[in-house]
């Protein structure tokens, strides 16, 4: 729990102010004591251009389109670390002069918990959450990370012990109850905690606590403690997430006996405190992302940079993973033959719908295959720009090596691949052909004008001697065609369509068990249609 001046950590995540409580309250982590303070849509001939949300989700995967990566890495020793006395004063200056509340600051804490679980733990594997909450604000967190973790999916169980009266704790519990999040007193707890739960929040004690913690909070965190023994024994044990603090540290100089929690991932609030030095788990994320200037130049405290809108950020570098390891147990809908459209071409716009509507970062983004007559294949990304009963349009310079091998070898597969979705169309295959020049002519001085001068500059795949090249020829470019309002196409840039011979949709299945529906065509009737079958995964 935050405590005393707990709050401080509440400063961490940001947004979703509530009726603004009183400040003139800052609680000790203590879990008895209250102290009194003075407080001091897309046109299916040519596709538009498509702006890329700047960050999808809260937190996204490491790498990803996220990803899009919403969650960079910072390196640990450039950021500020709290004494206990810091941390309380940055409290006292947020909930006095800057107007911050209470409920305000513990629903931006909760939230950056709920959103650092999720950029590690998603709930397909671990699912059921344990929220151990103390009495203070520390507890008050964890009440709102079960809320958010709940709408991201997860099982969330809370155990509050120590329950208080005052309006914010109860209406959170009120929030909790109303989802029918079940409570569970600290004798309904299993013995083994393993057999149950995935995840257990530490939620106990914050940065303001002081002294050996009562019970029942003292069993509960050898509870916690005793889980690394069955790592030990080689059982996988659920993972702890500690809130700014693990429970029985001290503030400042951490695990000091050495035998404490020690949590897989420990979420910072506001500023990480000076024990997180001593923490050496594989995941250490920062939450929240409000700290005024004001503040952050009176501490001089160096504090990442937010990616994106994301409430999350790792400090450190992110662990070493066993490559063989990495692997996603997909959930989807069933993707059913008597559900699919006759035509392959309406499949694939009804889904390419699906990734606009979820707001997929380049949805339109798709792998071209082509191979020379070397029969050495290459692949690289490229826009889809256009698609209509004729098939699907792209362009690029007429003499970059994808240009040369279609000019050897006609053919070429397309893929498409929205994450977000577990989706792909994948293996469009078919005949490619050059689009008209007056339909090149036409997407040409459709594009900003920059892309236009930068079409002409780049001489694609021919080896430059540098990249200031480039700028130099732009630059003179951009003066010879400033008094010009239309700039000519080059012939050597336009566009190929590919005419689909064979489809096939792959939706993400649990187990591996995915559906792949392939569409070929046949003559029935003397009449050419679509054959669908479906392929083992």
Not at 405 to 416: G, I, R, V, Y
Request: hydrophobic residues 35%.
């Amino acid at each position: 729990m935050r405590g005393v001046l707990g709050k401080s950590r509440k400063m961490i995540c940001s947004l979703l102010s509530q009726a603004p409580v009183s400040p003139a309250y800052y609680y000790r982590s203590s879990p008895s004591i209250y102290k009194p303070k003075p407080s001091n849509r897309f046109s299916w001939g040519f596709l538009a251009p498509i702006p890329s949300p700047a960050i999808r989700v809260f937190c996204s995967k490491p790498g990803e389109v996220g990803g899009l990566m919403a969650s960079s890495v910072q390196n640990q020793g450039s950021i500020s670390y709290l004494t206990q006395r810091e941390a309380a004063e940055v409290d006292e200056t947020l909930m006095g002069p800057l107007g911050f509340s209470v409920d305000q600051l513990m629903e931006l804490a909760g939230l950056s918990v709920a959103t650092s679980i999720n950029e590690v733990y998603k709930p397909s594997e671990y699912n059921r959450v344990l929220a151990i909450c103390g009495p203070g604000n520390n507890g008050g967190d964890g009440l709102v990370a079960a809320r958010h973790l709940y709408h991201f999916g997860y099982k969330p169980f809370v155990c509050y012990p120590k329950r208080t009266q005052k309006p914010l704790y109860s209406g959170l519990v009120t929030q909790l109850e109303s989802l029918s999040i079940p409570f569970l007193s600290v004798d309904e707890l299993p013995m083994d905690l393993s057999k149950d739960f995935d995840i257990l929040v530490d939620a106990m004690f914050g940065f303001s606590f002081h002294g050996a913690p009562r019970p029942p909070f003292d069993d509960l965190i050898k509870k916690l403690i005793n889980l690394h023994y069955y790592e030990q024994a080689q059982r996988k044990p659920p993972v702890i997430v500690s809130v700014d603090i693990p429970s029985g540290w001290h503030v400042e100089e951490g695990d000091v006996g050495g035998d404490g929690i020690k949590p897989d991932m420990l979420v910072s609030l506001t500023a990480p405190k000076l024990c997180a030095k001593k923490f050496s788990g594989p995941h250490h994320f920062l939450g929240g992302r409000f700290v005024p200037p004001a503040i952050a130049e009176k501490y001089k405290l160096q504090l990442p940079q937010y990616p994106g809108i994301s409430m999350c950020v790792r400090i450190g570098k992110p662990p070493q993973i066993d490559i063989s390891s990495l692997r996603e147990n997909y959930i989807s809908p069933e993707f059913l033959e008597e559900q699919v459209e006759a035509d392959p071409l309406d499949q694939f716009r009804k889904w390419f719908d699906d990734a606009m509507a979820a707001n997929l970062k380049e949805p339109n983004a798709m792998a071209l295959s082509t191979t020379g007559k070397d029969g050495k294949p290459s692949s690289r990304m490229v826009l889809l720009k256009g698609v209509d009963k004729d098939g699907f349009v792209w362009f690029t310079n007429y003499e970059s090596q994808k240009a040369r091998q279609l000019s050897e070898n006609p053919h070429a597969a397309l893929l498409f691949y929205w994450d977000g979705l577990n989706r792909q169309v994948v293996r469009v295959e078919g005949s490619v052909e050059k689009v008209s020049d007056e339909e090149s002519e036409q997407y040409f001085h459709s594009r900003p004008r920059g892309s236009q001068l930068g079409a002409i500059v780049s001489k694609q795949s021919t080896v430059i001697p540098g990249r200031h090249v480039l700028h130099q020829q732009y630059k003179e470019l951009e003066e010879k065609y400033s008094k010009e309002s239309l700039i000519p196409k080059p012939k050597y840039w336009g566009g190929y369509r590919l005419k689909p011979e064979r489809f096939e949709f792959w939706q993400g299945q649990p187990s591996r068990l995915h559906d792949r529906l392939e569409y070929s065509p046949q003559e029935t009737d003397g009449k050419r249609v679509w054959k669908i079958v479906r392929l083992a995964p």
